[in-house]
């Protein structure tokens, strides 16, 4: 009888090793379908990425020195349109994502993550940190909070001038 409770606890312990390493993984796909979905333009693979709640936020600083902060799907979904409004995709974005650090407890998730952008302007990087929920079985974006470093940004356009 205990080597069948051990045996059982080991087999459990196992499992739900896995289990967590397919819940990371998908949560990885999610991030990089929703980035890669805004730049190519694919609306359904970025708003597939998306909860669809009113609870969610977006927020970024802009080039410029401004930020933007959308709280709800409606919203964001609406700030957002233009970007989707043609299929032509203006300038090929290679996305790199890099040190993940995924915090798990049930159906949420806190991760962060550097990424780098390289594109005909050269590279952009930026820290991001992300919250996921999982509803009905899915890894949903809830809040992103995107800091880009824009030290550097326009440089290589200037020097072409």
Known sequence: MKRLILVTAVLLCVGSAGWAQTD??????????????????????????WAHKPYIHFAANLYGGDFMLIEGWDKLEKQFAN?????????????????????QNGNMAFVTYDQTLLDSHGKTTSKESR?????????KIINVTALTNLKNFGLAEQKSK
């Open 24 to 49: 990371q993984e998908a949560i990885k796909r999610v991030l990089r379908n929703e980035t890669e979905g805004f730049f190519k333009r694919d609306k359904a693979m970025w708003s597939n990425a």
């Open 83 to 103: 970007q989707f409004k043609s299929t032509k995709v203006s300038d090929k974005v290679v996305v790199q994502n890099a040190n993940y650090n995924i915090h």
């Open 131 to 139: 919250v996921l929920e999982k509803l009905d079985g899915q890894w």
